[in-house]
């Protein structure tokens, strides 16, 4: 009986290692995953400064259309950013 | 937009430090070929999310799980952002690096990434040598190839990549600058 209560104690105690090991791996792939869409965003903010400068240097009739889809890829990268913020942290 | 290399004539176009008086005759880009590379890159990414994810929501069902399942639709969204802005960076690239031809100047315009820029511009006159290049498998399919402008100002050489029949481009650069040079200082009009 004492035996049964020790093992059942030490198989308990390895649980918790467990749960604590998996939600530290859990933690760690949702920073990583932050971190990337923060980078991501930053890329996004660049590719509208490169825009910009792409239509000052060649200015054609669709410069209107790119500027407007890299805004909304800048929308997008922002959104992703926020969110997962808000559940991560 | 126009698919092909060579836009003649383009409406509404300007480029940094255009004089008045000038007006562009050609517009050459790399052809919409070089795109398919990317296109294939944005599908490959589109269609892998639907994997990733249900990878991610399979994944260490007994060991443990990477990801909360209130994360797993952002990190399939930001996957299809990744996609997109991987086709808009490629199609930036492909649109706004350029060879100007105006009645006045040859320009190429470069961009390289989200950090380089190029412009190179010397007057028609400078305009010596024009050479076409075809080589490879996908030059020869597509008749898709290299022009290389040598001038003889100091910046000796202009190369552009990937033209749409490159043949015609060059007959056509080498035609126009011999007709500027006979028109002398006046122009084309």
Same mark, same amino acid.
């Given at each position: ?6 093992? $059942? ?9 467990? %749960? ?15 971190? %990337? ?5 930053? !890329? ?5 400064? *490169? ?14 259309? +790119?500027?407007?889809?890299?805004? =909304?890829?800048?929308?997008?990268? =922002?959104?992703? $950013? ?8 | ?6 836009? &003649? ?16 005759? !050609? #517009? =050459? ?7 398919? &590379? ?8 589109? %269609?892998?999310? +639907?994997?990733?994810?249900? +990878? ?12 909360? &399942? ?13 996609? +997109? ?7 930036? *690239? ?5 060879? =100007? $031809? ?6 190429? #315009? ?37 022009? *290389? ?11 552009? !990549? *990937?033209?749409?029949? &490159? ?12 007709? %500027? ?9």
């Amino acid at each position: 009986m004492l035996i049964l209560q020790q093992k $059942l104690e030490k198989g308990a105690t390895v649980d918790i290692v467990n %749960i604590n090991i998996n939600q530290g791996i859990t933690k760690f792939t949702e920073i990583l995953f932050l971190f %990337i869409t923060l980078v991501y965003t930053l !890329y996004a903010f660049l590719l509208i400064k *490169n825009v910009k400068l792409m239509n000052k240097v060649l200015n054609t009739p669709k410069s209107g259309v +790119f500027k407007f889809f890299a805004l =909304v890829h800048l929308v997008m990268a =922002v959104s992703i $950013l926020v969110i997962a913020s808000l559940i991560i942290i | 937009m126009s698919l092909s290399s060579l836009a &003649p004539n383009p409406k509404k176009v300007t480029y940094e430090g255009k004089d008045r008086d000038e007006s562009i005759v !050609y #517009i =050459v880009r790399s052809s919409i070929i070089t795109l398919i &590379p990317a296109t294939i890159l944005t599908l490959t990414i589109i %269609i892998a999310s +639907f994997f990733f994810r249900s +990878f991610l929501q399979n994944f260490g069902s007994e060991t443990g799980i990477l990801v909360r &399942p209130q994360i797993l639709p952002l990190v399939h969204f930001f996957l299809i952002t990744l996609a +997109f802005g991987v086709y808009l960076h490629s199609l930036l *690239n492909w649109y706004f690096n350029v060879l =100007v $031809l105006s009645n006045k100047k040859i320009l190429d #315009i470069d961009f390289v990434g989200l950090s380089y820029k190029n412009v190179s511009e010397t007057t028609i006159e400078h305009v010596e040598d024009v050479t076409s290049t075809v080589s490879g498998l996908w030059g020869l399919l597509f008749n898709i190839g290299n022009i *290389n402008v040598q001038t003889a100002g100091e910046q000796r050489e202009f190369e552009f !990549y *990937n033209v749409d029949d &490159p043949s015609k481009v060059r007959d056509l650069i080498a035609d126009f600058a011999a007709k %500027i040079r006979k028109r002398g200082n006046r122009g084309y009009s």
